[in-house]
């Protein structure tokens, strides 16, 4: 299936990018070839010369709201630079837009070059006044400059893979290297063994005394405390080891399809981000939403689990339904106890929901956690390290030997991810850079209409799964303009600590292995997404609504 979504995210988003500029081509958007009335105002006294000059270019809000048909709240006042053009008998024109420029100014800076620059040329008339003319501008042509747009996003997202990759050599080396210390210590065969009734029924597969369940179990926890840093390397590993006992190389088992699954899902105790984020906007209880979140990925977590249990009984047998469907009905039959625990744990969640504890966490003052949360991200790690090589030494452990020999891995391993963090996160580019998100938040309305959903909050639900820095990104947008503490604030802050960016996952972990046949993996992953950002929905309504 991964197949079809990228092949979906590259044609969509291209073809969304053409029609766009077709359109924009044949209603002349950016008035290409045309001259508009401005006034120029001279920083200092001016002369007819090849010196150039640093002016303030001006235009009534009437004038430009006109002539670019848009909406303008505003006069246009652009600091501009000038040089005489003895060729032409004009005055070049060069400035560089930022956040107090027109939009359409910005856009049109944003396909002439990397450094958000506009030119063009003016001619003077009249005096106006000190140092002030009247003149008409003309800048430069803009075509096709969405197509331009994909193009620099595709060869920045490939830069960004590559970077990505190269940056995980050293965590992958220095944490796959205190795992083999941890490994040859017999420490995570220990952690396999504490927590084997959970194991063995997610991971039946998987021999209980294996290396992988340590690791999944390191991956998972180091998630779920937000230590990013420490769980990418413990995932890939895990990936490493579940391959090891894989009996189809190449495609995914129901083993690796549950553990991404809970990787996809999300959840975090702290979603640290999030919070810092709200912090940094003023939020008078930043922390408010560390019940909200986790809640919402609870709900992905769930459903992730339960949908990769289901969808991989269909994925057996070459094939046959009805094969199929005996295996499923024997999985509810047998696993009946599992899933009352389940219902029951979702069951007090949203009984605790409805009481309002979860909004009462206030009681906690919000820089006391926000102290505790901190130092959790300060120790955490050194406490890692520190408790696996003391663990080592007592067990006689070759600690410098052990360490080398694992941290050894970590540079192929990061080296054969480049192709499929290239591949993917190229098509995520393209489909964003081409305005195909756009579209799909205006396709999707009339759903998230009849749920309840913002407007305002369906380009976060839907990036969310495909990109961790578009995501934030839209939530920091929307936390400025709508404040942290009002309903869209807290439900996209939530939305975040929800869910995780699946398709970077996805690609991330199948490629570290060589998997390209996922079966339901990204079924599964994008059921567990819709899972989580509805049951924020729910939450948020349900409290703050």
């Known amino acids: 299936m991964l197949n079809y979504i990228w092949l979906g995210l590259l044609v969509l988003g291209i073809a969304t990018a ?16 045309e001259s508009m009335e401005v006034s120029v105002m001279f920083d200092s006294s001016f002369a007819n010369s090849a010196k150039q000059f640093d002016a303030t270019l001006t235009i009534p809000q009437s004038a430009f709201a006109k002539f670019y048909n848009v909406v303008l709240t505003k006069d246009v006042s652009q600091k501009i630079k000038l040089s005489y053009n003895e060729k032409e008998k004009k005055y070049s024109v060069y400035f560089l837009t930022d956040d107090s420029s027109p939009a359409i100014w910005q856009e049109m800076a944003k ?8 030119s063009g040329a003016l001619t003077l008339k009249n ?17 096709f400059s969405k197509m331009k747009e994909v193009t ?23 944490w796959l290297g205190i795992m083999k210390i941890a490994e040859q210590a017999g420490l995570v065969a220990a952690m396999g063994r504490s927590v084997k009734p959970i194991t063995k029924f997610l991971f039946p597969d998987v021999p209980q005394d294996h290396p992988a369940i340590g690791s999944m179990i390191m991956n998972i926890s180091a998630n779920m405390l937000g230590l990013g840093n420490a769980a990418t390397p413990f995932g890939l590993k895990a990936m490493e080891e579940l391959d090891s006992i894989n009996l189809e190389k190449g495609t995914a088992s129901n083993a690796m399809v549950t553990f991404l699954a809970i990787n996809t899902a999300g959840l975090t105790l702290i979603p640290a981000t999030a919070i810092a984020i709200r912090a940094a906007a003023g939020s008078s209880d930043p922390a408010i939403i560390i019940g909200t979140s986790f809640f919402g990925a609870s709900c992905a977590t769930f459903i992730g689990i339960l949908a990769a249990k289901t969808l991989e009984k269909f994925y057996t047998n070459g094939g046959d339904r009805q094969k199929g469907f005996a295996n499923f009905f024997n999985f509810i039959k047998s696993g009946w106890k599992f899933f009352i625990t389940l219902f029951a744990i979702a069951l007090i969640i949203i009984l605790l929901a409805v009481s309002g504890i979860f ?23 050194p406490l890692i390290i520190i408790s696996f090589v003391t663990y080592g030494a007592i067990k006689k452990v070759k600690l410098y030997e052990a360490f080398v020999e694992g941290a050894k891995e970590g540079f192929n391993v990061a080296v054969r991810i480049i192709p499929y963090l290239v591949a993917m996160l190229v098509a995520i580019g393209i489909f964003r850079a081409g305005g195909a998100m756009d579209f799909l938040v205006i396709i999707l309305s009339p759903i998230t209409n009849l749920i309840g959903m913002p407007a305002e909050a369906m380009p976060m639900a839907l990036m969310r799964p495909l990109s961790g820095s578009g995501s934030l990104g839209i939530m920091s947008e929307m936390i400025s303009v709508h404040g942290p503490d ?17 398709f970077y996952v996805l690609a991330l972990y199948f490629g570290s292995v060589n998997i390209k046949k996922t079966r339901h993996a990204v079924a599964v992953g994008v059921l567990a997404d819709v899972a989580g950002i509805l049951g924020a929905l729910f939450i948020v309504k349900l409290l703050f609504g």
């Open 127 to 143: 005096k106006s006044g000190a140092n002030s003319y009247a003149a008409v501008l003309s800048l430069e042509k803009i075509s």
């Open 359 to 381: 909004s009462k966490l206030t009681f906690v003052n919000s820089e006391t956690l926000k102290s505790v949360i901190q130092m959790i991200s300060i120790l955490a790690i």
């Open 152 to 174: 620099n996003s595709a060869i920045d997202y490939a830069g960004k893979a590559v970077n990505i990759a190269i940056g995980l050599i050293g965590i992958m080396a220095l």
């Open 486 to 502: 009002t309903f869209l604030g807290i439900l996209v802050s939530t939305i975040m600590g929800s869910t995780e960016t699946t």
């Open 18 to 33: 053409l029609t766009l500029d077709i359109s924009n081509e044949s209603s002349n958007k950016f008035r290409n070839g």
């Open 111 to 118: 396909v002439s070059g990397k450094e958000n620059d506009l």
